[in-house]
């Protein structure tokens, strides 16, 4: 590869589908490209890329249509005539939290993948739980309070893990799992998260679990970096042995398979840097380095997450894990499941054909809806907690109350933000610079209510998957660390960017932000209510 031009490859492996993105030595996004589940795959007869079970709690996806879109994705960049043989590292970003369930003998069979066949066919009996558990998922709900009884309650199992016991933690799902399918835990041999089940496929061999997207599971002492021997202990017996050990994000953990070097082209040295969570990703994506600055993603799930030097860890809410470019750091994530989907059915309700639409309706209301306080749970929120779904409408005097379409529109924006403001408060997080991605982050109507809420200038990034950005460029970090056989700051790697990744920024309305500090209380007092009305606190 000596001589010839550099490509580091980020591979997205999100709720919906699969992203390529990959990234010149001046960190220029060079080429992208993705596969739809729902679209490209619809055999498997997924909704948004995942099944929903009738419980309304379980949410499941088939890790086989993962491996197969791979091959589906690397057969259009083929056709596309990605330069393969040019790709010098590759790293991948995974949805967080989900687990696959790999049968015994699976790890031989990764090991003698015939390069004439596609991969999916040749790990049709590799399984043995064949619906992963994804983040979606709340069905753990006495899983959780198991693991919090167990440990000495929400904030010690915090202490320890960086968040208390989540629903969609993977070790909560593990428990559950052992529990009501014991054979299939005991046929198990390896549990990969969805980011290193990605790796693993690459690799052709079990691929460790990194520290970053490890500290998802409420299993990982996030200071120690090794598997809390308690929390082990409380999910299943023999776990140890099936997650294998977590290993630092930026390491590298070997090459690619021949099956894909073969079918592909890329080259015996292309090196593949360890998978992490979607969120860790984003972080490198967006370069944040120093504390006061934060991210909102508006997603699937909107997530806000920040950089931290110190963890410290709430019982009540919101996760730490350790930092995905800085093995020292840290980064607070907290995340709301009421995204773009919720979103898009209000805006559908209310009768408006697309965004355009729908910023026009916004600009028919002012800022702080006239004291209009919306809750829009039409899935069970994460933050805060409420399991059960609903929406819940108030008017300036705190009675429940109907409100017109042009308010709904409002409300259920305002409600976001007001949440994330909310709740990033109470984890001692107060934006200075407010960088905004996910699909909605490129509507300036979006970005206005969120620079009015926080109060601060927010700045939209430029490439929308910052998720796949940041896997390529981890995977450019991970390759700078193995050349100069050291730990590199990743700040390094970020400054030899030749871009500027954020576009047109807004500032925010002085006017518009005194108006929702002043409703933050009203707001975090009917959270309460609506919470204790449905049973959560
Ligand atoms: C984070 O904790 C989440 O559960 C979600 O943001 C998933 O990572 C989405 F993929």
């Known amino acids: 590869?000596?001589?010839?031009?550099?490509?580091?490859?980020?591979?997205?492996?999100?709720?919906?589908?699969?992203?390529?993105?990959?990234?010149?030595?001046?960190?220029?996004?060079?080429?992208?490209?993705?596969?739809?589940?729902?679209?490209?795959?619809?055999?498997?007869?997924?909704?948004?890329?995942?099944?929903?079970?009738?419980?309304?709690?379980?949410?499941?996806?088939?890790?086989?249509?993962?491996?197969?879109?791979?091959?589906?994705?690397?057969?259009?960049?083929?056709?596309?005539?990605f330069p393969f043989p040019h790709v010098a590292a590759v790293s991948i970003s995974g949805q967080q939290h989900g687990s696959v369930y790999w049968r015994r003998g699976a790890g031989l069979q990764l090991g003698r993948l015939e390069n004439h066949r596609p991969i999916a066919p040749q790990l049709a009996e590799s399984f043995a739980v064949e619906e992963s558990p994804i983040w979606m998922d709340s069905s753990t709900t006495d899983e959780c309070r198991e693991r919090e009884a167990a440990m000495g309650g929400a904030q010690a199992v915090a202490e320890i893990t960086g968040s208390r016991a989540y629903e969609r933690f993977t070790g909560n799902q593990i428990a559950r799992i052992?529990?009501?399918?014991?054979?299939?835990?005991?046929?198990?041999?390896?549990?990969?998260?969805?980011?290193?089940?990605?790796?693993?496929?690459?690799?052709?061999?079990?691929?460790?679990?990194?520290?970053?997207?490890?500290?998802?599971?409420?299993?990982?002492?996030?200071?120690?970096k090794r598997w809390d021997p308690k929390s082990l202990a409380v999910t299943a017996s023999g776990l140890a042995e099936r997650l294998g050990e977590p290993v630092p994000s930026h390491s590298s953990v070997g090459r690619l398979a021949p099956y894909w070097r073969t079918r592909y082209g890329f080259s015996g040295q292309a090196i593949l840097i360890a998978a992490s969570g979607d969120n860790p990703c984003s972080l490198a994506g967006l370069g944040l380095r120093q504390p006061g600055d934060v991210a909102i993603s508006l997603g699937t799930s909107d997530t806000l997450f920040a950089a931290l030097r110190e963890p410290r860890p709430s019982g009540r809410e919101g996760h730490i894990f350790v930092n995905p470019v800085d093995p020292d750091g840290y980064m607070a994530?907290?995340?709301?499941?009421?995204?773009?989907?919720?979103?898009?059915?209000?805006?559908?309700?209310?009768?408006?054909?697309?965004?355009?639409?729908?910023?026009?309706?916004?600009?028919?209301?002012?800022?702080?809806?006239?004291?209009?306080?919306?809750?829009?749970?039409?899935?069970?929120?994460?933050?805060?907690?409420?399991?059960?779904?609903?929406?819940?409408?108030?008017?300036?005097?705190?009675?429940?109350?109907?409100?017109?379409?042009?308010?709904?529109?409002?409300?259920?924006?305002?409600?976001?933000?007001l949440s994330m403001r909310l709740h990033a408060e109470g984890l001692g997080i107060r934006p200075v610079r407010l960088l905004a991605t996910g699909g909605a982050s490129?509507?300036?109507?979006?970005?206005?209510?969120?620079?009015?809420?926080?109060?601060?200038?927010?700045?939209?990034?430029?490439?929308?998957?910052?998720?796949?950005?940041?896997?390529?460029?981890?995977?450019?970090?991970?390759?700078?660390?193995?050349?100069?056989?050291?730990?590199?700051?990743?700040?390094?790697?970020?400054?030899?960017?030749?871009?500027?990744?954020?576009?047109?920024?807004?500032?925010?309305?002085?006017?518009?932000?005194?108006?929702?500090?002043?409703?933050?209380?009203?707001?975090?007092?009917l959270e309460r209510r609506v919470l204790e009305a449905t049973g959560a606190l």
């Open 1 to 81: 590869m000596s001589g010839e031009p550099m490509v580091f490859l980020g591979l997205d492996s999100s709720t919906q589908g699969l992203k390529a993105l990959a990234v010149d030595t001046e960190g220029r996004p060079l080429f992208e490209k993705s596969v739809s589940y729902d679209r490209d795959l619809p055999k498997y007869r997924t909704e948004g890329g995942v099944h929903r079970h009738p419980d309304g709690r379980t949410v499941t996806a088939p890790p086989i249509m993962w491996a197969e879109a791979l091959d589906l994705l690397f057969e259009r960049m083929a056709d596309d005539r």
């Open 178 to 224: 052992a529990k009501r399918c014991p054979e299939a835990y005991a046929a198990t041999e390896r549990i990969s998260l969805v980011s290193s089940f990605m790796a693993t496929l690459l690799a052709g061999t079990y691929a460790p679990i990194d520290w970053s997207d490890g500290s998802g599971m409420n299993l990982l002492d996030i200071r120690t």
């Open 333 to 417: 994530l907290l995340c709301w499941k009421n995204g773009s989907l919720t979103r898009e059915a209000i805006r559908k309700q209310v009768g408006d054909p697309d965004w355009r639409a729908y910023a026009i309706r916004l600009g028919r209301t002012e800022p702080g809806n006239g004291g209009r306080i919306g809750f829009y749970f039409l899935e069970p929120e994460i933050t805060p907690p409420c399991l059960k779904g609903g929406v819940h409408r108030f008017g300036s005097d705190d009675r429940p109350a109907i409100f017109t379409p042009d308010e709904e529109a409002r409300a259920v924006l305002e409600g976001a933000f």
């Open 442 to 525: 490129v509507d300036p109507a979006v970005l206005r209510v969120m620079a009015d809420v926080f109060g601060v200038r927010v700045e939209p990034s430029d490439v929308p998957n910052t998720a796949a950005l940041g896997a390529a460029l981890r995977a450019w970090h991970g390759w700078r660390c193995l050349q100069e056989g050291r730990f590199v700051a990743y700040d390094d790697v970020w400054k030899q960017r030749r871009i500027s990744s954020h576009g047109r920024s807004v500032d925010p309305d002085p006017a518009a932000h005194a108006r929702y500090t002043s409703l933050l209380p009203r707001y975090a007092a």
